[in-house]
Structure formats: C-alpha cells, structure tokens
C-alpha cells in the first residue's frame, strides 16, 4: 500500500537530529497520506477534541465534526463530560445539529428515539407498531449510544477514536508528573477568553512552530524584547511531547499596576518561569503563575487547521479588562505565527523540497515531533 506512494521513506526522519531530514511533503500534502495519517496518528493517539468548558452545565451538548466522524460532546445530569458518536442507533440518524441544552432527552428528529444524556437509550415510540413502544428485537441496553473513549486533562477532552492506546495517564505520565504543582482548579476565563485561528496549513506545522522557540526574534519581535531566546530552553521527551519554557515570564499588569491572582502553592523556579509544550498529536499547552492555556489543533483539510485558544486563570472571577487585554496579548502573538505556517505549507509544494535540516541545538523539540509521528506511521504499517 504505502510504497505505492511517493515520498514516503521515513529512515531520514528518524535518524539522531544531528543527520535527520524532516517529514517528505507527501505527508503534508498527498491526499492518500491524509487518510493514512487519520488512522495511524489521529485516531490511534488520544487528540485533543474540545474543552470541557465548551459544555459548562449539566444538560449542554455539543456537536463536533472530527475529521468526518460526527460527534456529540455532552456534560450529562450527574455533571460528567462524555463524548458519543452523534447519531441514532436505529438509521444513523444525526442527533444534535447545533449546540443546546438538553432539556429531557435527546431526541432523533427522524423516529423520535429518545436518549439519557447518559447516553442510555430511554424511548422508542411505535418500534412494534402504532401505539406499541417495545419490541423483543429491540433490546434498549444493547442500542446506547456509541461512546467514545475520551479523558479530561487540563479541561482538554481527548480522545482516542480507535480505542487502543494506552491509557492517557500511561502514555503522559512524565508531563503530568512534571507539571504536578498545577494539578488544581482551572477556570476558564469566558467568552472574552477564547478565540479561533483559520490557518490554511497542515496540523503538524502548526505543531512544529509551536515546540520551538528559534524564531522569536524574526517573528516576536515584541516578545523577543523581553522574554529573548536566549533566554528560553528546550523541551524533549522522545515519544511524548516537546516544547519550550523561558526563564523570564514577565506578568501582565494593569493599569494600577494589579495583576492576575496565581496558581496556589507554586514553588519559586516558576516565578519567573512558564512552559509551552505540545502533547501529542494536536494539543499545545502552556502554564504560567497567574494564568495558562490550552489550543485544540482542529485538523479540517491537509491544508486547513482551525486554532482553537482558551484562556485559563486560578481564579473564577478575575478583572474582565485584565482578562480581554491578556486575550488580546496572545491573539497578537498567535497571529504573528500565522503567515510562517502558511508559507511552510506552500513550500511543501516543492518538487525538491527533502524535508529540510535540524539544528542540533534549536531544533530538538520539532525534531522529537517529527520522530513521534514517523513511529506512529511505522507502527501503523506494521499492523497492517
């Protein structure tokens, strides 16, 4: 199958970063590639899909579009988030079509099957004839909704789509151990604490710009005035995530000089220092005293990925002006990286393009990327 395809040979990638070539451009813009990458990288690892934030109350469903798959992201009555594949079990209908509460059940708009936000299949009204709402066939237990494997991290819902990875602490437990002091509430800023980015590129690209902080003196210029780079190590986990912390964060402050309320309890290295990692395969995360984030990658075309951004601070209640000027901030920096990731995908349309070169001492983060996902198409081959 795969040595049908050009450009697929992934020996370079996974050479030492010293030697190693990046990604070829089959994998950034080959329409065969793109179905491949679904099932060996996205639906095999736990991607990130939502936030819990995005169905604050008990009852609040939402319907999500990933990769193709309709589904349904639901905060049920006992307050749990769940993620179901968004359709009926009798004709595959679909069930939700924008986001709303769920005043009783959820209803199919087609036959009226009705289920538990639970997603416990709770009605079926005339299934063995008019006015006769049970059948023998029909065996309520057995025809639920279609749950999907997911876990909530950081209010980040993952999910893993095949349902064969290991478990999410498993596979992350050296991040979660590394970031253990921030092991407490999280409070989404708001409405005026999320925006998105439409970005015509590749996912990975995204990813790859995100672990690194090599350009920040040619594109943050304003960031790079405070916080420079050589002020920013790397991060490098092989087969788990990478990234970048500073030792420099610098708060933002009000015009009386308040700032945000911090994390409880934090030990000193964080002070002045924040991290910036990218947990496998689309998430990127960053942590500081008074505030963190979370950016859900959501993968719409090869050439298309929409940045979801939330904003998140120690606090429930923080100063809204402080809250719309911090969004602000990061708005401009995020969108500063827009036209690098861009051009990176129009240049993946270069006949002789081979991947390109790592520098050894900036480069690690993006490198440990590109090995990860090589393995996750390597293992995928294998077990074809």
């Known amino acids: 199958m795969a040595k049908d395809i050009p450009d697929t040979d992934l020996s370079a990638v996974r050479r030492s970063v010293d030697t190693a070539q990046g990604l070829p451009n089959a994998y950034y813009v080959d329409p065969q590639m793109w179905d491949e990458e679904k099932k060996a990288v996205l639906f095999a690892s736990w991607s990130g899909l939502a936030v819990a934030a995005d169905v604050p109350e008990n009852g609040d469903a939402k319907p999500i579009e990933f990769l193709g798959i309709p589904l349904l992201l639901v905060r049920d009555r006992s307050g749990d988030v769940r993620v179901f594949q968004n359709i009926c079990r009798h004709r595959g209908m679909i069930l939700v079509q924008e986001p709303r509460k769920i005043e009783g059940a959820i209803r199919c708009p087609y036959h009226s099957w009705c289920y538990g936000t639970d997603g416990r299949l709770v009605s079926t009204p005339h299934v063995g004839g008019p006015g006769k709402n049970k059948h023998d066939a029909i065996v309520r237990d057995d025809l639920g909704l279609i749950e999907v494997r997911s876990h909530i991290w950081r209010d980040v819902v993952f999910v893993n ?21 921030y092991e407490q509430p999280l409070y989404h800023g708001g409405a005026d604490s999320f925006f998105e980015l439409d970005v015509q590129t590749n996912w990975k690209l995204a990813v790859e710009n995100y672990c690194e902080s090599y350009h920040l003196p040619w594109v943050h210029p304003g960031l790079n005035s405070y916080s420079r780079l050589e002020d920013h ?46 947990v496998y395969p689309n998430v990127l995360l960053g942590v500081q005293r008074d505030h963190a984030f979370a950016i859900v990658l959501e993968p719409k075309a090869q050439d298309r990925t929409v940045e979801h951004i939330h904003l998140y601070y120690a606090e429930p209640k923080t100063d809204e002006g402080m809250r719309a000027k911090n969004a602000a901030l990061w708005k401009t920096v995020f969108e500063e990286d827009v036209f690098v990731v861009e051009g990176m995908q129009k240049g993946r349309l270069a006949p002789h393009f081979d991947g390109g070169r790592f520098s050894p001492a900036m480069d690690g983060p993006t490198h440990c990327f590109h090995d990860w996902v090589a ?10």
Do not use: C, M
């Not at 290991?166 to 979660?176: M, R």
């Not at 990478?242 to 420099?248: A, K």
């Not at 393995?375 to 074809?384: C, I, L, P």
């Open 161 to 181: 789509i095949d349902g064969n990875a290991a478990p999410f602490e498993e596979v992350h437990a050296d991040l979660i151990t590394r970031w253990a002091e």
């Open 233 to 278: 190590y790397n991060i490098e986990v092989k087969g788990q995530y990478s990234g970048q912390g500073t030792l420099v964060y610098r708060q933002l402050r009000g015009v009386n000089e308040e700032v945000f309320p911090d994390f409880k309890n934090l030990s000193e290295k964080w002070n002045e220092g924040a991290e910036y990692v990218a």
């Open 375 to 384: 393995g996750k198409f390597e293992e995928h081959r294998q077990n074809a």
